[in-house]
């Protein structure tokens, strides 16, 4: 199991932290500005879960891992529900402890909860839309991995924000974000290109978070008021998980 899990990081995580720094090694203290190259790898991710959906090739992929994954498994494990929310959670707790990221509090509030958002409604309007079987049959809402969306959202958020502090932060959020995803095909919630779309989709939607932050910023956030605090944490009401937001004004 440990074996397979190293591999599938390798896959969707530290591939990925590779591919990111060759065009975002360069510190800059301002809005992240568009650039075509920063689509390669989510486009990429998208691309292999799409054409998953209907290739004969790739669905035969999906089978074997499935298969060398779930084999001999005595019991499932909930931590993807959690760890999906790590590393986001993680800026925070790193500006709590005087480790400063890029932006101030109200500002990465504001790009994490775009970036939720975006990944959120573009996920589940998918699986509506799609309507893919999940492996162990318990519902068609496979396709694509939603866990998988926000924890590269939250990968990806935690790299930008502290990339020019240490790259080792990114790297972190990444693996974390590869083992939800590794988990989802473990507790047989779905196939590998659902993974690989969740994290296309993740990837993507904080970039574009970051990428359209100062009009969000200016359009929707116009208060002279100061954030005092903040918190994003997940929350579960019995039925139900997900992220919220408590911000305090003065």
Not at 99 to 128: C, P, Q, V
């Amino acid at each position: 199991m440990m074996k397979q899990f190293f591999i599938f990081s390798f896959l969707l995580g530290f591939s990925l932290m590779n591919g990111q720094a060759t065009h975002d090694s360069i510190v800059v203290k301002q809005p992240m500005k568009f650039n075509c190259k920063q689509l390669i790898i989510p486009t990429a991710l998208m691309t292999y879960g799409v054409i998953g959906i209907n290739s004969d090739r790739l669905k035969s992929i999906n089978n074997n891992l499935r298969a060398g994954i779930t084999e001999n498994i005595d019991r499932k494990f909930t931590v993807d529900d959690y760890s999906r929310y790590v590393p986001a959670l993680a800026v925070y707790g790193l500006n709590a402890f005087g480790i400063e990221g890029k932006h101030n509090l109200k500002d990465r509030s504001i790009i994490l909860g775009t970036s939720y958002l975006i990944a959120t409604s573009t996920s589940l309007g998918l699986k509506a839309l799609v309507k893919v079987e999940r492996p162990d049959g318990s519902n068609d809402n496979s396709f694509p991995s939603g866990h998988t969306a926000l924890a590269f959202a939250s990968a990806e958020f935690l790299y930008q924000e502290y990339k020019d502090v240490s790259i080792w932060y990114g790297v972190s959020g990444y693996i974390i974000a590869a083992g939800t995803g590794y988990f989802r095909i473990y507790n047989d919630k779905h196939w590998f290109n659902d993974v690989a779309m969740g994290a296309g989709i993740g990837i993507l939607s904080t970039k574009i978070a970051y990428w359209i932050f100062p009009f969000v910023d200016k359009t929707l956030f116009k208060s002279k008021k100061n954030v005092s605090s903040a918190m994003v944490a997940p929350f579960y009401n019995g039925n139900q998980m997900g992220v919220g937001m408590l911000i305090n004004l003065k």
